[in-house]
């Protein structure tokens, strides 16, 4: 069993930058990668950052350049370190990790984190 648990959201104004953490727990070794993602009212949730277990990371167009995921393997941590926030970034974020179960792979998310930017 792998749990997640998210911090770090909040109001910023825009410009800003906020840093939100995804801890992982339970089973970590079993985990591949690691996922940030979004969703604003009214819209789907959508892919932010992901990190690998050997730390390739990928970014959605719209944060490159402003965001960066990061891994601290003695923290069993994920971290999105997110600067120059727009108001368009404002969203509930969660983590998802990808973790081996044999034969495949499960998802598990985390309870997510509210980043509003304000303009």
């Known amino acids: 069993q792998v749990q997640l648990v998210e911090s770090g959201g909040g109001l910023v104004q825009a410009g800003g930058s906020l840093t939100l953490s995804c801890a992982a727990s339970?089973?970590?070794?079993?985990?591949?990668?690691i996922g940030w993602y979004r969703q604003a009212p009214g819209k789907q949730r959508e892919l932010v950052a992901t990190?690998?277990?050997?730390?390739?990371?990928r970014y959605v167009d719209s944060v490159k350049g402003r965001f960066t995921i990061s891994r601290d393997k003695a923290k069993n941590t994920v971290t999105l370190q997110m600067n120059s926030l727009k108001p368009e970034d404002t969203a509930v974020y969660y983590c998802?990790?990808?973790?081996?179960?044999?034969?495949?792979?499960?998802?598990?998310w985390g309870q997510g984190t509210l980043v509003t930017v304000s303009s």
């Open positions: 998802k990790a990808q973790v081996l179960n044999l034969p495949g792979y499960i998802e598990v």
């Open positions: 339970g089973s970590i070794f079993s985990i591949r990668a």
């Open positions: 990190i690998t277990y050997s730390s390739s990371t």
